[in-house]
């Protein structure tokens, strides 16, 4: 039970400080408190093991994570009053401890006593993550918060669990694709590395690869997971003490490390990191932290900015941008305290933020210091240069796109410098080894406040196809990734703080608006064939045991099989005769608009296992120069899931596939490309229903498929009586015949001739129809 006690008292308390520039204003959080029954157990109350840190959701602005020596979770940015966050008793942690915290989508993940828990905060629930045998302290992951479509809201279902430190040779690494609910091991580490240990390990959907941090006497360095990168480690840098990593949100790969004396940065994923320099003052500048004498208490990072809080009581800042790796000491004001943390709330505004305990109440209150980054670099004493630039901006800013395989995406950037200055805009990819760019930048007469307008074009598609790089720097062009586009200003001054440099977020991918669709120009229902009608009406047919494999592999079946026909589905069947050799024809579609016909292979195969039919080539025919793959390879070496798709597919006009050509007269199943093959029909009308898949890896990176019908007509149904009796009713209509031809004519001249032949057409008509389903009723 819940007594209600006080109802929103919210203090406001403003500091008035005797400088006349403070560095921030301290109010403090004061709103509507409860006290909790005693006789309700809060649960265990979690506390941090490190010195404090605040984490922000990147994409809500509103959800944060204070941790220190206690723990608190707001989704309203501390506006109000919070008890610490405590972890229910069912869960049975142990010891309370928490050593890692990560927002993954809309949960929280915590390393509480080295297992991993999922506070899902909407639900207010918790769960234990299961799949990890082996403890761990530390767990990495990413956001995306460029759009709301699935590759982008996937980013997030990435989570790797560690032991940090621990023994390379014999560490257990854990992955998840599912948010963290369910792990399985990751293996990577091989067995000799007796002598290195575990930094951590992480995706870097900057550069769509995982990378493993690997330390040896007192270097780091970064090993990654796929071509072209996995040949060679990462530039090794200094690592002192146990460097924390932050992934700074917006997937551009930049990543900052920092222990208590040790600041570095990296901006293209850990191949190259570099110590960050420290600016005392206008003529002091120190090589690194170390050098500088400063103990770091706590680090935050945004998109564009780096703050630092030393136990000197000191704040800095530093931009993240292309060329400044560089921290400037801010006017003093006291601040600092042990539980003190820090967080940029929005643009250029940095929070300083320390619970305040309630000798009353189990809420914390929350003392508050927000920075304007901007207005305190005008500071004159800081002697910082003004901005050169105005205005820079681009539509594309924050936004998704996809470029599938041989597209290609145009965007324009513009930028106004401050008169007489020459700003240098630049444009660049976070993965060069799979998106490619070319910029045109020109000045364009347009004048705004006297100066003149800058524009960027920019052109980017897959680095394959510019054509310049070779095989040793571009990754596969088969593999989807993903990469940013940053332009920002090359030589851009630190004071440039609202002056964010414009990404968007490229996905190197499949466009889910593409589809294929079967062109059915003729269709057995305008030609008479078939009836919509009876198809609608729940329509099932027979396909006799001789015609088909449930198994799919060509052995005929036991029994006859009744197949109920999905006329909402598939509609009307194509009408396909059985003499011609025939292929369909596919067509690309992009959401409501035709593309164009689709040239590149593709296989299909009969829902139902009918084998009555071949293909016009044979893998001679077809000149391939290794054994092509067929329906039962593929179905023996991907049992459980037989899908043949651009994942698995091997052309045996491949250079590289040195699968030998032993069979060489087998049916060569792929239709589409560059053979001409068909498929050829057996003497057997009826319904077929193919799947279709593309297989061509280079078409396109979704997977596309669907689901089609064809009606064959034509063939005359094969003698399935004795012969013996097969001739006698051979010879009884002929002589049926004759006597018709002898009497009809007569009949028709005498009265009751009329009606009679009203009856034979009005029995002809009918049995067109019914003729027509004459094999599957
Ligand atoms: C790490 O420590 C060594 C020796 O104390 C020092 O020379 C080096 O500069 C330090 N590196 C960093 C990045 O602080
Ligand atoms: C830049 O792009 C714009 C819009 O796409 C186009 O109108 C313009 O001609 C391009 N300029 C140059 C120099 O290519
Ligand atoms: C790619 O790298 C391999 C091994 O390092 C080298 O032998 C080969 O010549 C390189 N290829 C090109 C095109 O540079
Ligand atoms: C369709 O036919 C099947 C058997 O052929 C029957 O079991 C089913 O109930 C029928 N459904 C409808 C809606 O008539
Ligand atoms: C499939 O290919 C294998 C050889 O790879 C061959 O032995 C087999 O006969 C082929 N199956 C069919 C149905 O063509």
């Given amino acids: 039970m819940l007594v209600l006690m006080l109802v929103a008292v919210a203090s406001l308390r403003l500091c008035s400080l005797a400088r006349a520039q403070p560095l921030c204003r301290v109010h403090t959080v004061r709103t509507g408190k409860i006290t909790q029954d005693v006789h309700e157990t809060p649960g265990d109350v979690l506390y941090f093991s490190s010195t404090t840190r605040l984490i922000r959701h990147p994409c809500k602005k509103n959800t944060a994570l204070y941790l220190g020596q206690q723990l608190f979770f707001t989704r309203n940015n501390f506006e109000s009053s919070l008890p610490p966050l405590s972890i229910p008793t069912s869960m049975q942690v142990g010891i309370p401890e928490v050593t890692s915290a990560h927002f993954a989508g809309p949960l929280l993940l915590l390393v509480v006593n080295k297992k991993v828990y999922i506070y899902n905060y909407r639900a207010n629930s918790w769960t234990a993550s299961r799949g990890i045998y082996h403890p761990v302290s530390h767990i990495s992951g990413d956001n995306c918060c460029y759009s709301r479509h699935p590759f982008c809201l996937d980013v997030s279902n990435l989570i790797f669990a560690y032991l ?382 001789e015609a088909y494999d449930p198994n799919l592999q060509g052995q005929k079946a036991d029994q006859d099989l009744v197949v109920h026909y999905p006329y909402e589905k598939l509609g009307c069947p194509l009408l396909v005769p059985y003499d011609t050799p025939w292929k369909p024809v596919v067509e690309l579609w992009q959401g409501e608009k035709f593309q164009e016909v689709v040239k590149a292979e593709y296989v299909l195969l009969e829902v139902n296992g009918l084998f009555t039919y071949t293909y016009s080539l044979t893998a001679r025919t077809a000149r391939c120069n290794s054994q092509p793959q067929n329906w039962s390879t593929i179905m023996k070496d991907f049992q459980g899931f037989f899908t043949w798709d651009r994942e698995n597919y091997v052309s045996c006009h491949d250079p590289n596939n040195n699968n030998p050509l032993q069979w060489p007269n087998v049916p060569y199943q792929i239709l589409g490309g560059p053979t001409e093959n068909k498929i050829i029909f057996d003497q057997r009308n009826g319904i077929y229903v193919f799947i279709i898949y593309i297989v061509d890896p280079y078409y396109s990176y979704c997977h596309l498929t669907t689901t089609f019908s064809i009606y064959v007509y034509g063939a005359f149904p094969l003698p399935i009586l004795h012969p013996e009796i097969t001739i006698t009713l051979i010879m009884i209509t002929i002589l049926l015949s004759v006597w018709l031809a002898y009497m009809i004519p007569k009949w028709l001249n005498m009265e009751q001739g009329h009606s009679f032949k009203g009856y034979w057409v009005s029995l002809c008509n009918r049995c067109r129809k019914s003729c027509a389903c004459f094999q599957f009723r």
């Avoid at 998109?303 to 704040?315: C, I, K």
């Fill in 164 to 545: 940090r430190g621990d023994e390379l040779s014999k560490t257990n690494i854990y992955f998840s694709d599912r948010w963290a609910y369910k792990f399985m091991e990751y293996a990577s580490v091989t067995q000799s590395e007796i002598l290195r240990s575990l930094g951590g390990i992480f995706y870097f959907h900057s550069l769509s690869q995982a990378a493993l941090l690997v330390i040896e006497q007192g270097q780091a360095k970064f090993g990654y997971s796929d071509h072209p990168l996995d040949r060679s480690f990462g530039l090794p840098f200094d690592y002192n003490g146990t460097l924390d990593v932050l992934i700074v949100p917006g997937q551009k790969g930049i990543l900052i490390f920092w222990f208590e004396k040790s600041l570095l940065v990296s901006r293209n994923s850990g191949q190259l990191v570099f110590p960050v320099q420290v600016q005392e003052g206008p003529a002091t500048l120190y090589s690194s932290v170390l050098d500088a004498g400063i103990t770091i208490h706590c680090v935050a990072a945004n998109e564009n900015g780096l703050a630092v809080l030393t136990r000197e009581d000191s704040l800095y800042y530093g931009s993240l941008g292309i060329l400044t790796s560089v921290i400037v000491k801010l006017p003093h004001q006291n601040i600092w305290s042990p539980q003190a943390a820090l967080m940029f709330s929005d643009l250029g505004i940095l929070e300083i933020l320390t619970p305040l305990p309630d000798s009353e109440f189990p809420a914390f209150d929350f003392q508050k210091c927000s920075v304007n980054i901007q207005a305190v670099l005008m500071d004159p004493q800081l002697h910082i240069d003004l901005c050169k630039v105005e205005v820079l901006q681009g539509s594309f800013d924050n936004k998704m796109y996809t470029i599938d395989m041989n597209s290609k995406l145009e965007l324009a950037a513009e930028m106004i410098p401050r008169p007489g200055t020459t700003p240098v805009p630049f444009a660049m990819v976070s993965n060069p080894h799979s998106l490619g760019l070319h910029v045109y930048n020109y000045e364009d007469g347009y004048t705004y406040d006297g100066n003149t307008r800058h524009r960027l074009n920019i052109s980017l598609k897959q680095q394959h196809h510019w054509g310049r790089a070779d095989t040793n720097f571009t990754s596969s062009i088969e593999r989807a990734t993903f990469s940013t586009i940053t332009v920002d200003i090359a030589n851009k001054e630190i004071s440039c703080v609202d002056l964010k440099p414009l990404t968007a977020l490229i996905s190197i991918g499949c466009d889910l608006k593409k589809k294929i669709v079967v062109q059915n120009e003729i269709s057995a229902c305008s030609e008479g064939n078939l009836d919509p009608v009876v198809l609608q009406d729940n329509y099932s047919y027979v396909i006799e045991k």
